[in-house]
C-alpha cells in the first residue's frame, strides 16, 4: 500500500521534510541554550542583591600598564559586588551622554577611583537629568567626595560599540562606556571592568539593572520543537491519504448518456421515397 514512499517524488518530499525538522530541533536547542544563559544571568543578578561585597581585587585581575585596560572578566563576573577604597579623580570625570533611567534621558557620571596601589577602577556614581527639557544639554552633577572612601557596587562588564570620545563642560564626554576606547584618557592602569554603585549620593539615581527575559527564549524553543513535529505530521499524514485514496471525488460521467446526447445531436437520415 505504501510502496508509492520509494516514488521519487516522495523520497525528495521525506528528505525535504526531515531536513526541515532536523534544522528546527537545532533552533529549539540554540533557544533553550539561550534560555539557560538568561536564566543564569538573572539568578546571579538576584544573588547578588543580598551577597556580602567581596574585594575589587579579588574580582578582577589587576592591570599593570598605564593607560592600558586590565584584563576583562568573563560573564560570570558580571554584578558580582565588591568593595573597594581609594580617591576619587574629578579631573578625569567622564559623563556618558544619551542614557535612559525610568523613560527619561540623561547622563551617567562615570568617576575613576584611584586605589592605594596606583591602579584605578571607572565608579558610574549615577544618573542624572540634563538642565532643560534638551536631552543634549549638559547635566549638573555634585562633585565626587575628596578624601579617602570606600566605594560598594557592582561590577558591569564594558559595553561594546564604541562612540567617538571629546572634551565637553569639564568632563570626558562619550556616549558609550566602552573601557578599551577609554582607557588612553585615564593615566592609571584601568581595571577590565566598571562599577555601578548601589547607594548612589544625594542627586543620582541607581542605574538599574535589567533583567534578561529568559522565558521568550523558553518560548522559542518550544515553538520550534513543536514546528519539527508538525512537519513530520504533516508528512505522515500526507502519506497516508495517499495511500488510502482519500481524494476528492471527481466528476463521475455517465457514458450511456453522454453517448445518447451524441447520437441525438445526428441528424436523422430520410429513406428514399
Known amino acids: 500500500m505504501y510502496r508509492f514512499l520509494l516514488t521519487p517524488r516522495w523520497l525528495a518530499a521525506a528528505a525535504l521534510t526531515v531536513a526541515a525538522s532536523v534544522v528546527m530541533v537545532f533552533l529549539g536547542n540554540w533557544q533553550l541554550h539561550r534560555y539557560q544563559e538568561r536564566s543564569a544571568i538573572n539568578a546571579r543578578i538576584d544573588a547578588a542583591d543580598s ?3 567581596v574585594p575589587l581585587t579579588s574580582a578582577l585581575v589587576k592591570p599593570t600598564e598605564p593607560g592600558k585596560v586590565g584584563p576583562m572578566p568573563g560573564k560570570s563576573k558580571a554584578w558580582t559586588k565588591v568593595t573597594m577604597t581609594g580617591r576619587y ?7 556618558a551622554r544619551g542614557r535612559t533611567v525610568d523613560g527619561n534621558v540623561g547622563f551617567e557620571i562615570v ?4 586605589l592605594t596601589d596606583g591602579t584605578a577602577v571607572l565608579v558610574d556614581r549615577g544618573w542624572v537629568p540634563p538642565q532643560t527639557a534638551d536631552a543634549t544639554a549638559p547635566p549638573v552633577a555634585a562633585p565626587p567626595p575628596t578624601g579617602q572612601v570606600t566605594v560598594v557596587g557592582q561590577l558591569h562588564l564594558t559595553e561594546s560599540r564604541p562612540s567617538g ?25 584601568l581595571y577590565g571592568a566598571y562599577v555601578l554603585v548601589t547607594d548612589p549620593a544625594a542627586g543620582f539615581t541607581a542605574i538599574p539593572i535589567d533583567h534578561e527575559d529568559s522565558w521568550q527564549n523558553g518560548g522559542y524553543a518550544i515553538q520550534w520543537w513543536l514546528f519539527a513535529v508538525m512537519a513530520l505530521f504533516v508528512y505522515g499524514w500526507q502519506a497516508r491519504k495517499e495511500a488510502h485514496g482519500d481524494h476528492p471525488a471527481k466528476p463521475r460521467v455517465d457514458r450511456v448518456q453522454a453517448a445518447d446526447d451524441r447520437l441525438a445531436a445526428v441528424p436523422t437520415a430520410r429513406k428514399p421515397d
Open 51 to 53: 551577597a556580602e561585597p
Open 111 to 114: 568617576t575613576p577611583l584611584v
Open 165 to 189: 570620545i571629546s572634551q565637553r563642560d569639564g568632563r570626558i564626554d562619550t556616549r558609550r562606556i566602552s573601557l578599551p576606547h577609554l582607557a588612553d584618557k585615564i593615566p592609571y592602569p
Open 89 to 95: 579623580d574629578a579631573a578625569h570625570e567622564i559623563q
